[in-house]
């Protein structure tokens, strides 16, 4: 009698479970870094016991693979940096990952105020550019949602989209009568 074939998850669980699990997350650790619970997710998803994913974790955690204060540091850097996360929606990524809400405070702590109303006003900046046919109205609903959705506190997002359509508009009303488009330009009398 021919013995039926293993699959791929069967012949693992032969092997050493320390050895495997390890594996795991030095692939997981190998692509990006990780939080400690999103190996821990990765590893109950293949099947290793959780004394053995413990032993595991806390050895990668002593030799310094695992380190979830400089995971979110760098977390609160790339989102912020890269796609203008506020406080709030970098503590909504932070928690997603699995970060401990005492090392994500830690790790806002380097966000401060201000430098969250400089980061709105860019993001409006850039992209009232691409609006200038609509209606302030709508340019208005459209940034203050844009700056919701990225964390920032409704009231600083009205603020800073109100001040960018009045900055705009004043840029807009600067402009003489010849350098307005063919359909606002009356033309020659």
Excluded: H, W
């Amino acid at each position: 009698m021919v013995a039926p074939a293993r699959t791929g998850q069967e012949a693992e669980v032969e092997r050493d479970p320390v050895a495997v699990a390890r594996e795991i997350c030095l692939r997981q650790l190998a692509v990006r870094a990780r939080s400690r619970a999103e190996l821990t997710a990765a590893l109950r998803r293949r099947g290793v016991a959780d004394d053995v994913a413990e032993a595991v974790l806390d050895r990668l955690t002593a030799v310094g693979l695992i380190d979830d204060d400089a995971f979110a540091a760098a977390v609160v850097s790339s989102a912020y940096e890269n796609r203008g996360l506020a406080r709030r929606g970098l503590a909504v990524e932070l928690r997603r990952r699995g970060v401990d809400d005492d090392v994500a405070t830690a790790a806002l702590a380097s966000v401060d105020g201000a430098a969250e109303e400089t980061a709105a006003r860019d993001l409006v900046d850039r992209r009232l550019r691409g609006m200038g046919g609509l209606e302030r109205q709508v340019r208005l609903r459209r940034l203050v949602a844009m700056l919701g959705r990225k964390g920032y506190p409704t009231d600083l997002a009205v603020r800073v989209v109100t001040q960018a359509l009045e900055d705009c508009g004043a840029a807009e009303d600067d402009l003489p009568d010849d350098d307005l488009p063919g359909d606002l330009d009356e033309g020659p009398d």
